[in-house]
């Protein structure tokens, strides 16, 4: 633990005093916008429909018969904001750790609840110091800069952007929001490396992949100065010009299909090779010791996420009631599809499958929750559910990898699946909402489909490259620093014992 300590705060030093060399100055604040950007780049101003990265495609009107409004700030918001911050709060306690505890064997119960509800801590301390300056300010395309460490300059009167014209809420809720998303998917990563890593590095591994692959992808996908500069063509290209690299693109992510979930499955993944498999995998028994648990953290999961997906539309509206009801319906449908599809694969539905299905529903439709119409997200939910369950058993056994709570199979594989389907049921000849145009204040006439499923499919490969890459090296310095894996013996009398001298059940 001593080292770990000790390459933390090294590790910590390092970054601060390179990340303030690298930086540019901040390009200005677009009027009446702070540089806040959404945990889904695109929602809907005033009820309408969902706003992108989108060229204007109407005449700007005259600069000077326009002025950038004065934004306000609507308690109504502000008070679902922060209901919606607790509920993904309890996403991760106690509903990750729930889901994942049930499904290791006993002995290594303690770990797991103990590795999530520890991550979540230290994540929020980092974000609270450098995470939320790094990815929600001004830079460049890949980083934002150190303007706003240690929370300078954020006070209780200070505004975040949301997108419609002069409407804002509090930046210290926004900021406690997105915090809230860095830190369970962190913890997601977790999955694949259960029974086996060494408590300390897996601290120390999330605290370097959350600052060089985490951040920047948050940055990347949903930076951007806001919408209240934008009054011609002029003031969306200056708000284009200073954007995230991929939100710059027109690039759809309403929650997190990039940022969270194929971010994270790519880090497990990597891990899972990194680790090697489990003692004793395909000889011993390694079925899950509580699916009451996991039912009752999937349940968790299942309610929190209205707060992940409905609060990412960043007011109380009609763009958050929209990703509210297709949460629902989604997660829904990925339940009876995974379960039918098992049924009919193996004879019986099983509780496994059904709250795998659950999850895998909410993964694939979180990039599209504002985006797509209700129909749209039942269909996305029926061909999560199959695709998912494909991605556990077919794809696991292609790669050969002990993901061991299938981290990939259904955070990458739904993720992957969610996010190139935004851009084909986003479309408004299939219900979706299409692309709102700032300047002409309306939603734009021109939806490619293939123009749009091009442009997810870079936000896809960028995710899965930078992650992956970020990830190997972090685990190989983690491995040299502190060692990756415990020891045969410990693995065997489980972690509980070995690495915290306590177990999760009395004997």
Request: glycine share 12%; net charge neutral.
């Amino acid at each position: 633990m001593k080292k770990l300590l000790v390459s933390l705060a090294l590790g910590l030093s390092l970054l601060t005093g390179g990340l303030a060399m690298a930086q540019t100055p901040a390009a200005p604040t677009a009027a009446g916008a702070t540089p806040a950007a959404s945990a889904a780049a695109d929602a809907t101003p005033v009820d309408a429909a969902a706003p992108a990265a989108a060229t204007a495609t109407a005449p700007a009107p005259a600069a000077s018969a326009v002025t950038a409004p004065v934004d306000t700030v609507n308690k109504g918001d502000t008070a679902w904001m922060i209901v919606a911050t607790v509920l993904v709060i309890m996403m991760s306690i106690p509903g990750l750790a729930l889901f994942y505890g049930g499904l290791v064997r006993s002995k290594n119960m303690l770990s797991i609840l103990m590795q999530v509800f520890v991550i979540f801590s230290l994540i929020v301390i980092l974000w609270t110091i450098y995470g939320y300056s790094v990815a929600f300010t001004a830079g460049n395309p890949f980083f934002g800069s150190l303007d706003k460490i240690f929370m300078k300059g954020i006070t209780p009167d200070s505004m975040a952007a949301t997108f419609s014209k002069g409407v804002a809420i509090p930046e210290f809720i926004y900021m406690a929001f997105q915090a809230t998303f860095a830190a369970i998917t962190v913890a997601l990563v977790i999955g694949s490396l259960a029974e086996r890593a060494r408590f300390s590095a897996v601290l120390l591994f999330a605290a370097l992949w959350f600052t060089f692959s985490y951040l920047p992808i948050a940055h990347m996908v949903w930076y951007w100065d806001g919408p209240d500069g934008i009054v011609d063509q002029a003031g969306l290209d200056r708000v284009t010009a200073a954007a995230g690299w991929l939100w710059a693109k027109g690039a759809l992510d309403f929650a997190g299909g990039t940022v969270v979930h194929i971010n994270a499955a790519m880090a497990g993944l990597v891990g899972s090779f990194v680790l090697g498999k489990r003692v004793g995998l395909g000889r011993e028994s390694m079925a899950p010791h509580s699916l009451t648990l996991t039912m009752v953290g999937a349940s968790l999961l299942w309610v929190g996420w209205f707060g992940f997906n409905a609060g990412s539309a960043l007011e109380a509206n009609g763009s958050a009631a929209l990703a509210f009801v297709n949460t629902l319906v989604a997660t829904a449908a990925a339940t009876l599809s995974w379960m039918g599809a098992e049924a009919l694969h193996k004879g019986k539905a099983s509780m496994l499958g059904a709250a795998s299905g659950a999850v895998a529903g909410l993964v694939a439709i979180t990039p599209a929750a504002g985006f797509v119409g209700v129909m749209g997200a039942l269909v996305l939910g029926l061909l999560a559910g199959m695709a998912c369950l494909w991605g556990v058993n077919g794809l696991k056994r292609l790669l050969g990898a002990d993901d061991a709570l299938d981290v990939f199979g259904v955070h990458g594989v739904g993720g992957i699946l969610g996010a190139l389907m935004t851009g084909v049921l986003a479309s408004p000849a299939l219900g979706g909402t299409g692309i709102w145009d700032y300047v002409a204040n309306k939603v734009s006439p021109d939806y490619s489909i293939t123009g749009q499923l091009w442009i997810q499919l870079q936000g896809v490969v960028t995710t899965i490259v930078w992650s992956g890459v970020v990830a190997f090296i972090a685990f190989k310095i983690v491995d040299m620093v502190i060692g990756l894996r415990v020891s045969e013996e410990a693995e065997r009398e489980g972690l509980d014992i070995t690495s915290h001298g306590e177990t999760a059940y009395s004997r």
